[in-house]
Every structure is written in C-alpha cells, then in structure tokens.
C-alpha cells in the first residue's frame, strides 16, 4: 500500500549510510492533512490520458484484487473520494467485458469497522471454490498505523458486478500481526493458492529491521489463518517489502497459470514493491511446496538491482490468472511527476498502466510483457514508413496521426555493429547511463529511437531510444525513456529512466512499442523484454500540436524497417 507522492528525496540507507536518490517519490508515507480533502473546483484536460485507466477526478494509487468473474473484469484501486492526494482512501471499484471501457461503481471497500476505522488499504481477490470471490486487505485500527487483514465478501454473490461487499463481524480481523512481527509494517496480502495438502496460503510483506519479508499463512477454511514458522522469503537490506505477489509461470509458451499451479514444469516469480526506493523488482525461482520455500534462480540479483516490470514510474502491481483466456495479467499504478500543488489544480493524480499479458522468456532468465490484446480495438487511422534511412543527426516525422494519443511499433536495423562504443564494466546502473548519455549525446550504434509528444521545434520532447556498446565479450544494449527535455516547465520530476535488454543480435535488429497519451509515455523494448513507463508534462507538444519522430544521433545508418503507428480512440470510461 502506498501513500507518498512524488518528490525526489534523499534516503538513508541501513547503517552504512548509502544514500541514494529513489523514484521520485517519498521514501516514507506523507500525508498532506491540508490538501487530501480540498475537492477539484475544475478538472483539468491537458495532460489527462485518453485510453489509460483513471477515474473522472481525485487521486489513485494502487491496483487492487484484480480478477475475472461471471463474465466480467473486476479492478478495485485505492481512491480519495474527496481530492486529489493521498488520504480518505476507500476501495473504488470498476468493471469492464474488455480490460479497456470500464463502468465505475460505487466504492467496494471503506472505512466502517473497528479493524479498519484508521484505514483500508491494498490486497488482493482470491475466487474460492464454493465461496466465489474473497477480498483480503490491510485494515488500520488506530492512529499507531497498526496493521492487520482482513476478510470481506460479495453480499449478494449472484450479483455480476459484485457492487456491495461485506465484513463479518465475527471473523475479523483474520490475521493480525503476532508476537515477533512489526505490526507496523505488516500489509498487502497476496491472491492465496491451495496446496496438494488441501490448505490455503497466502503471503503477507513486512521488514524486520533492514530485512524485506513475506510472512505465510496457511488455512483450511480460509478464515482461520496461522503463520509459518519462517517467512517464504526474505532479503536483507531491501527494507518493507509492500504489495508482494508470487505465482507460477510455465516453462513453455504464453499461456497463464492458475495460481495454485505447482510442479516441475513451472518456475515461481516472487516480486516486492520496495518502499525505500518506489522500485519494484522480482525474481524467477523454485517454490520448495514440502517445505514452503521459495529459492530464488541465481540468474539475476536478489535485491534493489534486480530485474523489473518496470524501470519507469511503476508500482504496487498486481497480476491475477484470466481464467477466460488463460493469460496472466499484470496492473501497475503510475504516479505523477508533478507536485502536490499541481494535482490539486488538475483535479486528479495517477493512472493505472495499460494492462499487461505476462509470461516467462524462453531463455527462462526474465519474464515478458506485453499489452493487453484488446488494446488494438482502440487503433483507428494507420500510418506506416518502411526502409527509411537515417544517417547521423536525422530525424523524419511520422505524420498523418494524432501525436499526443498515439500506438507505434517500429523494427530497427543496422548493418554493423563495430561503431558500437565501449563498454565501461562500471556502468552497472542502466538510469545513470542514460543521465550520461542522453539521446543529444552522439554515439556510434545509437542513441536511434522515437521522439514522442515533441513541439514541432524541438523545444519539448521526450525520447525513446536504443544505444548499444561493445563489452568484451558481448554487446550491451540500453534502451532509455529520457524526460529531460519533455517540458519546458522547470520545477516537475523529469527522471532519464532505462533498462538494460537481453538481446540475440544474429538479426541486427531492434524492435519498439511506445504507447502515447498526453501525460504516459508507456514503452516496450524487444518484443516486451524491457519496459519503461514515463509521465510527462509538455507545455507546447499537446493535443493537435504534439508531433511524433523517428530519428538517429549515432555514426552507424540505421534503417527504420518497419513502422506502423496509430491514432488511439479514447477509452469509454462510464
């Protein structure tokens, strides 16, 4: 559960005194008494986002209990009914046939109840056979900010849209934190699974000191819950794990598992939002089930510089198995870049990502992601530019769509990689590298890519771009979403994000999907390999006068095989 807002601090971490500059966001929760019930006078449309998830107005965060039930989609997201920051947070609630247009209903989930009188914050939806769907969520019992779960159901289960939820009295709160556990730090139940014993489990994030955890729980009647001895898993030095999830993902194909799939043809993925950074990072691993151990592979990092979803503004997901059409889907909430001030004065903050089909690499290193299919229903108006060269200092518009609410998919190659620069081994943070060299940097192979909402003079864009280096035994692929120059306007957070991609270079090509709408530049590298997701706020690129570019600041040729791009249909949002 997240309740900061974006401002880029400095955070000290653990007794080493590291410091380091996190996501643009808070390290700790801060709440602005003054502002979080000021109501929107006006609402503003500048920046708003056409076919990204958000409600009229007011402030969300977090995706909640996602799930597909009786025909439709169900998502619950953390919502301030009164203003547009953080604070008086109830479980908004809206359904949709299609994961796109979307029917909001009235909250699902507020404060009412002793267990959770000082909050109702993130969880998870678990369809239970014979009981049809159960929320767990992190109620707040006191102004202390202690922590416990708890349990609600459909009042009327035959009800296809689930409008009105329940809290039994007599039942909860199911877990509460116990002896050995931060009561404080101790919240966002994951989707439970069943074990071959016949029992439920589910996990809970927490810390202990400087160590991230997911305490297990274990039930047989899904009400009466007792912990594990030892966590599933744990890290030190990654502080509060928040809003955990764990599932299994096949070694073969894209097909979604259900979440109480178990045996030797799937990994697990265990992922933590990290409340020190506002990074999430997972990893691919073993689910030990005889003894409720999950074993991370030793193929990526453990910790803060692991792999992502995301390396952009991107946390507090949730996934859930689509059991209509076999897919694991992942949500992301995106923050805002702006400040305070600026949300009240818009009216709104935050967006949910496009929702995401996730599913393991062949190389089973990494997962993958990729846009929903139903996103296409939006595309209208295709423009396509095939083998368009572009020498050293070029950049060509992609015209005759609607730059600012925008779909483009685009396949580079090149003939040679040996202007690739060199790679420094000490470039091991890929945000730092993009810091360094930025899309106005010239380089050899790259920096070749898109320049998206830009004015037509340049004075505002935000890229997209590839750079490769030559390392001494492969090549080093940077792909960046750099927002330095995405607005005129001085005083917004305007981060260089990047991620490094695996890539097979036998074809010497490079593929890109940018999702663009007006405030979202939502990114895809390599077929979904890396993924980078940016606000932005332009000044002079909006609406009519946003323009959209592919271009090239590298020595090498590159050649724009294959692009085609879309103007975007707004989501129905009812």
Known sequence: MVLSKVVTIFVAVLSISLLLINNGVEAFHKVYPH???????????????????????????????????????????????KGSVWGNIVWAHSVSKDLINWK?????????????????????????????????????IDEKNTQVQVYAIPEDPTDPLLRKWIKPDAINPIVIAGQGVNGSAFRDPTTAW???????????GS??????????????????????????HSKTTTGMWECPDFYPVSLKGKVGLDTS???????????????????EYYTLGTYLTDKDKYIPSNTSEDGWGGLRYDYGNFYASKSFFDQSKNRRILWGWANESDSQDDDVKKGWAGIQAIPRTVWLDPTERQLVQWPVEELNVLREKEVSMNNQKLEKGNHVEVAGITAAQADVEVTFSFSSLDKAEAYDPSWVNAQDLCSQKGSKVQGGVGPFGLLTLASENLAEFTPVFFRVFKAPSKHVVLLCSDATSSSLTSNLYKP????????????????????????VV?????GGKTNILSRVYPVLAVANQANLFVFNNGTEPIIVENLKAWSMKSAELI
């Open 207 to 232: 810390r202990r000191k400087h160590r991230g955890m997911a305490y297990l729980y274990r039930s047989r009647d899904f009400v009466k819950w007792v912990r594990a001895k030892h966590p599933i």
């Open 522 to 526: 939502e990114s895809f590298g390599e």
């Open 496 to 519: 260089s994000f990047a991620g490094f991609v695996d890539v097979d270079f036998a074809t010497k090509k490079l593929s890109l999907r940018s999702l663009i709408d007006h405030s």
């Open 194 to 204: 069943m074990g071959k014993d016949g029992r439920w489990r589910m996990l809970v």
């Open 35 to 81: 502002l979080q019930s000021v109501s929107a006078i006006s609402v503003s449309e500048v920046h708003r986002t056409g076919y990204h998830f958000q409600p009229p107005r007011n402030w969300i965060n977090d995706p909640n209990g996602p799930m597909y039930y009786n025909g439709y989609y169900h998502l619950f997201y953390q919502y301030n009914p």
């Open 261 to 279: 799939i178990e045996g030797n043809h799937v990994k697990h993925v265990l992922k933590n939002s990290l409340d020190m950074t506002r990074f």
């Open 104 to 140: 909001a209903l009235e909250p699902a989930i507020y404060p009412s109840k002793p267990f959770d009188k000082y909050g109702c914050w993130s969880g998870s939806a678990t369809i239970v056979p014979g009981k049809g769907p159960v929320i767990l969520y992190t109620g707040i």
